[in-house]
């Protein structure tokens, strides 16, 4: 009974609602991520067709928060937050139709699963921020709904894809039916008492500020740590796996599900950019380690480990760059502010790609070596900067 009324409590604030929405949206999108390996196994797509499913995603995501984040300025949120519900509950019908690996459907479907995302950070972030007490409870709200969403769907895409049978439906038949449940109560949410803006900038003034350049350097890493964990590192290990789409789902979700873990701690400890960073480097090293030892089987033991720096990382970059960027951006330009920042975490969607295209010319081992450069590099500019705006 106490469980039930604490449940009905949360349920009628606001704020929840549209977390809730911002958790459909993000379980929308990397469902797909043990996909990858399920239509590979299980159709004529090849590793070609995946992976660029898998990247064509971040395209939706970018033209969303571009025009998703000033129109939800000038509109208000929940004109632009319902349509993303929608959006991504359309995405997972659309995959329906491409259950025998049709390119054309799972096109569509991961397209529309991108375009939700966008849709739902620029104005879900910024609606979740307005209707919270404090900037940093706002932040931490919305940062932990995206991220839930990220680190559950996959590892439940993964087990139905490897255990039931349809592997190419089930996942998705998750996700519809928790539509169904969460688009009506996003629905009913009432607008915030603000009025809409009337400015209509598509690109917000506030991000071409010094201070904002701190965000834009270590933004990519955001997503590039966690989609190099558990998108490229498995690919390197496969002769070991011998579930590799249970294997897939279960490591996103661990990375994943290390950034929620991580964001619980942001009220109690400081948790800064340097501090990400750090973590990101340090999973260089593992990721180093593991491809320069990948024909030996204990490497797999590794992911794990591997999977929770690079996910505390995660959540430590994505909070306070969501964090810093609010405090940063004028009222008026704070849908188009967030939408910039979203964007440029994107950016890290292509790590694996880079690392792709990296690792047959120099080899692998040494395009970590270049990546854990460049983390060091980040870091200690990151650190330096913070001192110099104390003094």
Same mark, same amino acid.
């Given at each position: 009974m106490i469980q039930h009324t604490r449940l009905v409590c949360m349920i009628s604030q606001k704020w929840f609602r549209v977390a809730l929405g911002m958790f459909l949206v993000a379980c929308g999108a990397n469902l797909f991520a043990p996909m990858v390996v399920v239509y590979q196994v299980t159709t004529d797509l090849g590793v070609l067709h995946t992976t660029f499913l898998f990247g064509i995603y971040a395209l939706g995501i970018m033209v969303a928060l571009f025009l998703g984040g000033p129109l939800s300025d000038s509109l208000g949120r929940r004109a632009i937050m319902r349509p993303a519900v929608l959006t991504t509950t359309a995405g997972s019908l659309i995959f329906l139709l491409g259950f025998e690996g049709a390119f054309l459907p799972l096109l569509i479907g991961r397209l529309c699963a991108g375009m939700a995302v966008g849709l739902a950070m620029s104005s879900g972030a910024a609606w979740i921020k307005e209707l919270s007490t404090r900037l940093t409870v706002g932040a931490k709200r919305s940062? !932990?709904?995206?991220?839930?969403?990220?680190? #559950?769907?996959?590892?439940?895409?993964? !087990?139905?894809?490897?255990?039931?049978?349809?592997?190419?439906?089930?996942?998705y038949l998750f996700h519809i039916g928790l539509a169904l449940v969460i688009v009506p109560l996003v629905w009913t949410v009432p607008e915030h008492k603000n009025a809409p803006s009337t400015r209509r900038a598509l690109f917000p003034r506030s991000v071409l500020t010094p201070r904002y350049l701190r965000v834009a350097t270590y933004a990519p890493w955001v997503f590039g740590t966690p989609t190099t964990a558990f998108v490229f590192l498995p690919a390197q290990l496969s002769e070991h796996l011998h579930r590799p789409i249970l294997v897939a789902g279960l490591l996103a979700m661990l990375t994943m599900g290390s950034g929620v873990i991580i964001?619980?701690?942001?009220?109690?400890? =400081?948790?800064?950019?340097?501090?990400?960073?750090?973590? &990101? &480097?340090?999973?260089?090293?593992?990721?180093?380690? +593991?491809?320069? @030892? &990948?024909?030996?089987?204990? &490497?797999?033991?590794? #992911?794990?480990? =591997?999977? !929770?720096?690079?996910?505390?990382?995660?959540? +430590?970059?994505? #909070?306070?760059?969501?964090?810093? @960027?609010?405090?940063?951006?004028?009222?008026?330009? #704070?849908?188009?502010?967030?939408?910039?920042?979203?964007s440029l975490t994107y950016l890290g969607f292509f790590a694996p790609f880079i690392l792709s295209l990296l690792g047959p010319a120099v080899g692998n081992a040494t395009a970590f070596v270049i990546g854990l450069s460049v983390a060091i590099l980040t870091a200690a500019w990151l650190h330096l900067s913070a001192r110099g705006s104390q003094n």
């Open positions: 940062s !932990i709904a995206l991220s839930a969403g990220f680190a #559950l769907a996959p590892g439940v895409g993964g !087990i139905c894809a490897q255990f039931l049978p349809w592997p190419t439906v089930v996942p964001q619980q701690f942001a009220g109690r400890v =400081t948790l800064t950019p340097v501090h990400g960073m750090f973590l &990101a &480097a340090c999973g260089m090293a593992l990721c180093l380690v +593991i491809v320069a @030892t &990948a024909q030996h089987r204990w &490497a797999v033991y590794l #992911l794990p480990l =591997t999977g !929770i720096v690079m996910g505390c990382s995660y959540g +430590i970059g994505m #909070l306070s760059g969501l964090a810093e @960027t609010q405090a940063i951006a004028d009222p008026d330009e #704070l849908g188009a502010a967030t939408g910039v920042f979203y």
